[in-house]
């Protein structure tokens, strides 16, 4: 299986700040990447897909990038409505491991 | 609109078994994967496997393959996720997503079921 490793575990933030997540594959996985934002007691929500493509209806603030095994979430001038957790996902190949989770809160 | 829906929470005992449901629309079924995705109490997300509605053709996790059974009627837009005998162990909430048309991503997430297995 490829193992998805993100960092950090948990972040730190102010409303207005900008929050960058790496997501690390054991293989490289080209663009095959997902990102995925789960707020406490909902399901989770598809941000980003193939790598840096925005899902239709998130905000512009969230943007990907990467390709390989280096990845990146970026969200630019966070708001009140984006702490949360945050997920990565590879799609390269069987089974579409997720990562472990980053953890985005109140400073 | 696309819509996924899943059964409501379940309680049971260690041994029993179980099938609980998702049932998608405003999209054609029958042309999209369902993936199925497992969260334990305070954990994060675990790809369980997926479906095709169309052919009933699976994936699984290595990690599931054995426990698990996916289904899907088409006749109602309903897949299923089955199990013959629980442990306590398999708590967890269990979603549901239709997987993007490529059937590489989850596109659109049920609300989630969660399995409570106790004694």
């Known amino acids: 299986d490829i193992q998805m490793t993100q960092s950090p575990s948990s972040v730190s933030a102010s409303v207005g700040d900008r929050v960058t997540i790496t997501c690390r594959a054991s293989?490289?996985?080209?663009?095959?990447l997902a990102w995925y934002q789960q707020k406490p007691g909902k399901a989770p929500k598809l941000l980003i897909y193939?790598?840096?493509s925005l899902q239709r209806g998130v905000p512009s603030r969230f943007s990907g990038s990467g390709s390989g095994t280096d990845f990146t979430l970026t969200i630019n001038s966070l708001q009140p409505e984006d702490f949360a957790t945050y997920y990565c996902?590879?799609?390269?190949?069987?089974?579409?491991?997720f990562g472990g989770g980053t953890k985005v809160d109140i400073k | 609109e696309v819509q996924v829906v899943q059964s409501g929470a379940e309680v049971k005992k260690p041994g029993e078994s179980l099938k609980i449901s998702c049932k998608g629309s405003?999209?054609?079924?029958?042309?999209?994967?369902i993936g199925w995705v497992r969260q334990k109490p305070g954990n994060g997300l675990e790809w369980m496997g997926m479906?095709?509605?169309?052919?009933?053709?699976?994936k699984f996790s290595p990690s599931f393959q054995d426990h698990v059974t996916f289904s899907a009627d088409k006749s109602t837009s309903t897949a299923s996720l089955q199990w013959s005998s629980l442990k306590a162990s398999d708590t967890a909430i269990y979603y549901c997503a239709r997987m993007s048309y490529d059937g590489n991503y989850l596109d659109s997430w049920g609300q989630g079921t969660l399995v409570t297995v106790s004694a």
């Open positions: 479906i095709y509605p169309g052919d009933s053709d699976t």
């Open positions: 405003g999209y054609s079924f029958i042309s999209y994967w």
């Open positions: 193939s790598a840096s």
């Open positions: 293989q490289d996985i080209s663009h095959w």
């Open positions: 996902q590879q799609a390269d190949s069987f089974p579409k491991t």
